[in-house]
Nanobody
Framework: QVHLVEIGGGWAQPGGSLRLSCAAS????????MGWYRQAPGKERELVAT???????NYADSVKGRFTISRDNAKNTVDLQMDNLKPEDTAVYYC????????????WGQGIQVTVSS
């Protein structure tokens, strides 16, 4: 079981920025993949940005060029810098991690609200 704790989020105006951070209870190098997902009301949870096995990054088309995922192996954290936010980015954001070769995370953080509105 991997324990994930998220901080950050909150409210921003369209065009603004927010930063999310997720701390893992294990070394990032022990994980198959780790990243950020989001779920808007009435919609399914979707991938936002992840580090895949081998350290590659994967972004949803809707956030490419606006969001940046980064990692700090010393702190076991994965951050998501969100710039040029849009109202459609409003959702609960979840940190997720796979501790094995899985398509979808089997470990989740508690979720954190991001609201973009004027």
């Amino acid at each position: 079981q991997v324990h994930l704790v998220e901080i950050g989020g909150g409210w921003a105006q369209p065009g603004g920025s927010l930063r999310l951070s997720c701390a893992a209870s294990v070394r990032l190098s022990s994980l198959y993949a780790m990243g950020w997902y989001r779920q808007a009301p009435g919609k399914e949870r979707e991938l936002v940005a992840t580090f895949t096995s081998g350290g590659r990054t994967n972004y949803a088309d809707s956030v490419k060029g606006r969001f940046t995922i980064s990692r700090d192996n010393a702190k076991n954290t994965v951050d998501l810098q969100m710039d040029n936010l849009k109202p459609e980015d409003t959702a609960v954001y979840y940190c997720g991690a796979q501790d094995g070769d899985r398509i979808f995370p089997n470990n989740w953080g508690q979720g954190i609200q991001v609201t973009v509105s004027s």
